[in-house]
């Protein structure tokens, strides 16, 4: 049988008007069964000629990224299709649409206990305080490096090798100085520059500068993933601000002159937060401007310089009330950080800074993340293209908002919304992974 709409044989085919095609698994399929199994329709253009007869005119622009679902094979045998040029243009979206669907796997399952780490290590620097070097072994410690006045300047890199000199012997702060390094090359793996669709379009790029052809691909740059990038940049953030404020806040009864320049890291967050609106990841941005005054508050904590009205406290305040507007506008996506967006407040107003601890809310998060790695729920695609799951039965019976942009998600009665479409391929993934 090759055509397994009409159940007809070869010998029942007109091969002028449908011919064959022979996959290299051996069977005989009709193009038109083939075509309509591999859906022609959904990513080419058809014309009709005057007799009548449909042919492809143009490939579809609208080929939207990860818009197929599963890749086709063989109906007969469920043998991959890879080597029919006819259908090389959706088995490559197919392929590139898998790897990135592995890639949104493997870059979320590395986050988790990098984000259970961070916990860690902010636990360790609240309870084991007492296990720390005394006040005058850190004073024959700067003696020793000739630091009578310990200077923390220079790119984020450069402070913390300064950090690292002076704690060489207090396991809390190399501990967090080690998990610093293995963020930032997390962060390194899931820039864009890394993901698949980046690497072929850099590829095809590099191939038509080889051959001499004119004329630029055309690219959307939105397909590629950034949440992942955004929450690492978030975690390097979050790890840096835990060392240099204990760092400095254990020194402070030392009588050493502390100098320290927070502009590097303040500048991190600026374009985090610039980033994050761009991206409309509503929790990025209030993590930016969080962060953005913690810092200043560690300033103000050891510098008579920043009073009350000076114009670095001021924006501290607008970041804060920012932080806060954002907070009341996406509730569902700033679960237990307007809490944070408080706490941060009094730390300006009272001088203070301190590591923050992980409110309930962002280790149910977490939590939850890490329960989705075990398989329950399914996974879908919002309309944007972000992804998120349904628990319980993994079918949708009330709508909700996008953890990450904001939009509309779920549906009723087993329904999903319009736009809202399965990531099946993500399930399997997700099913197989161990956290």
């Known amino acids: 049988m090759v055509d397994y709409y009409e159940a007809l044989t070869y010998a029942e085919i007109d091969l002028d008007k449908d011919p064959c095609i022979f996959p290299q698994c051996g069977h005989v399929i ?19 000629d005057r007799s009548g007869h449909e042919t492809i005119s143009a490939p579809k622009s609208s080929s939207e990224p990860l818009s197929i679902q599963v890749q086709k094979a063989c109906p007969a045998c469920r043998s991959p299709l ?17 790897a990135t669907k592995k890639f949104i796997v493997w ?31 850190i004073l024959e410690r700067l003696k020793a ?18 950090i690292s000199n002076v704690t060489n012997n207090d396991r809390r702060f190399q501990d967090a100085l080690q998990l610093r390094k293995q963020i930032k090359r997390f962060l390194r793996q899931v820039n864009e520059k890394e993901q698949p669709f980046s690497r072929i379009h850099d590829l095809v790029q590099d191939a038509k500068r080889q051959r001499g052809v004119e004329g630029t691909l055309a690219w959307t ?15 390097l953030i979050r790890c840096e601000y835990d060392i240099v404020a204990n760092f400095v806040s254990a020194r402070k009864g030392t009588g050493a002159v502390i100098k320290i320049d927070i502009q590097t890291f303040q500048d991190d967050c600026e374009r985090l937060i610039d980033e994050s609106k761009f991206k409309k990841q509503p929790a990025s941005e209030v993590e930016g401007r969080l962060f953005w005054a913690r810092f200043m508050a560690i300033k103000r904590g050891i510098s008579d310089a920043v009073s009350d009205g000076s114009p670095s406290l001021l924006a501290a305040r607008y970041h804060l009330r920012l932080a806060k507007d954002i907070c009341t506008s996406h509730p569902g996506q700033t679960k237990g950080m307007l809490a944070e967006v408080e706490a941060a407040e009094r730390m300006l107003r009272d001088s203070i ?16 993340m890490a329960s989705d790695f075990r398989g329950t729920g399914h996974w879908y695609y919002c ?23 904001g939009a509309q ?13 399965r990531a099946a391929d993500i399930d399997a993934q997700f099913g197989r992974l161990a956290v």
Not at 82 to 92: A, K, M, T, V, W
Not at 409 to 421: A, I, K, N, W, Y
Request: net charge negative; aromatic share 6%.
């Open 30 to 48: 009709t193009r038109e069964n083939l075509d309509q199994h591999m859906s022609m329709r959904d990513h080419y253009e058809y014309v009709k």
């Open 409 to 421: 998600v779920g549906g009723q009665s087993h329904r999903p919304l319009e736009g809202v479409t």
């Open 383 to 405: 309309e944007n293209g972000h992804p998120f799951t349904i628990g319980e039965c993994g079918m949708p019976m009330q709508t909700s908002r996008c953890p990450q942009c």
């Open 353 to 368: 800074f301190y590591t923050p601890v992980t409110n309930e809310e962002k280790a149910a998060v977490y939590a939850a």
């Open 82 to 98: 890879r080597n029919i040029h006819r259908y090389g243009r959706i088995e490559r979206r197919a392929w590139i649409d898998e």
């Open 107 to 137: 870059a979320n399952a590395k986050f988790v206990p990098l984000a259970a780490r961070v916990v860690h290590v902010e636990e360790q620097f609240q309870t084991q305080a007492a296990e720390a070097p005394s006040n005058k072994e």
């Open 145 to 162: 490096l000739e630091l009578a006045t310990l200077t923390l300047d220079g790119s984020s890199d450069n402070q913390m090798r300064k």
């Open 221 to 235: 740059p939105d397909v590629l993933q950034t949440r992942n990038r955004l929450l690492a940049t978030v975690l």
